[in-house]
């Protein structure tokens, strides 16, 4: 039995073409079921994902709580199974998607995350320019495509393709639910990092599948430079609350961050300063990515550092 969990809000449309794909999969061999979790939607998601309980083995679940943490964690409530798939409301799944994740589980005794392929399906191809600029994969959650079978950092497992086996669960692993939830744009990424190596931290082990495909769906307002440079702040903080939280806790402070991260952003505004002289677009994006990127860092660090504080 394999349990395929996702989360969604306000993209019905999306959803709808996601789930179309999922009544195209090959079905696992013991089973399976689909578990979609309304982050709080108030369009007609709830319509679109009940139209394909003729089609798939579908369950729909209804989280008020914001933030994708919270809903993920709801939903990891009603796996069955030994292996939870969790993916993304914007993919387009290859046929033998999950039978690929499953052979791979099944072969694998030993490692309990699997990631796999994931491919970029454009509304509209980004300019050479901004693929100068800024990493297609980091951005848009793309694997590398020269990646073959093997052993790989569960940080290099990316949200729309990835699954546990639920041994992972089983042990009181879950999301992290501050992760996300302050309702803004602005909000910290890596929920999903954030869980694998926090899995990966308790001796769980990560794997790669080559032939377990799915297509992300990366609309064009996503490849614009204001969206890019956005996101890069939101990485910003998502690295602090990842990798940095403990790690800098005892390094000397400037307004609750780190000293060295202002040093860096004297730097960043520098190179931000040079680019516009050189009249660069790759260039100009790239600078700018890094200084919101580091006030993204900066911004988490002075959360952290409030919190404490106030604790």
């Known amino acids: 039995m394999l349990t395929l969990l996702l989360s969604t809000y306000n993209r019905s449309d999306v959803l709808a073409k996601t789930l179309d794909s999922f009544t195209e999969l090959a079905p696992p061999e013991d089973g399976w079921k689909v578990v979609i979790v309304d982050n709080r939607s108030d369009d007609n998601t709830r319509e679109v994902a009940l139209s394909f309980q003729d089609r798939l083995p579908l369950s729909y679940i209804y989280e008020a709580k914001p933030g994708k943490?919270?809903?993920?964690?709801?939903?990891?409530?009603?796996?069955?199974?030994?292996?939870?798939?969790?993916t993304d409301d914007d993919v387009i799944a290859r046929k033998d998607w999950l039978t690929s994740l499953e052979a791979a589980a099944n072969s694998n005794p030993s490692y309990h995350l699997f990631g796999g392929r994931i491919m970029p399906r454009w509304e509209a191809k980004p300019c050479d320019w901004l693929a100068e600029a800024v990493s297609m994969q980091g951005n848009f959650a793309l694997t590398d495509p020269d990646w073959s079978d093997g052993p790989i950092m569960a940080s290099c497992i990316f949200g729309p393709n990835m699954a546990c086996k639920s041994d992972v669960f089983d042990k009181g692993l879950r999301f992290d639910e501050l992760i996300a939830t302050d309702g803004t744009t602005t909000f910290p990424m890596g929920d999903e990092t954030d869980f694998l190596v926090r899995a990966e931290r308790e001796g769980f082990k990560a794997w790669f599948v080559h032939d377990a495909v799915v297509e992300h769906m990366i609309p064009a307002s996503n490849i614009k430079p204001n969206w890019l440079i956005l996101r890069a702040f939101r990485q910003g903080r998502g690295k602090v609350v990842v990798f940095q939280k403990t790690a800098l806790a005892h390094l000397p402070k400037l307004f609750g961050s780190p000293r060295f991260l202002w040093r860096a952003l004297l730097g960043d505004s520098l190179r931000v300063f040079l680019a516009y002289l050189q009249l660069s677009r790759p260039k100009i994006l790239k600078a700018r990515c890094t200084l919101n990127y580091r006030w993204g860092q900066i911004y988490q660090h002075r959360i952290f550092s409030r919190r404490n504080h106030d604790g």
């Open 69 to 86: 943490s919270a809903a993920l964690n709801r939903g990891l409530a009603e796996r069955e199974g030994n292996l939870v798939v969790i």
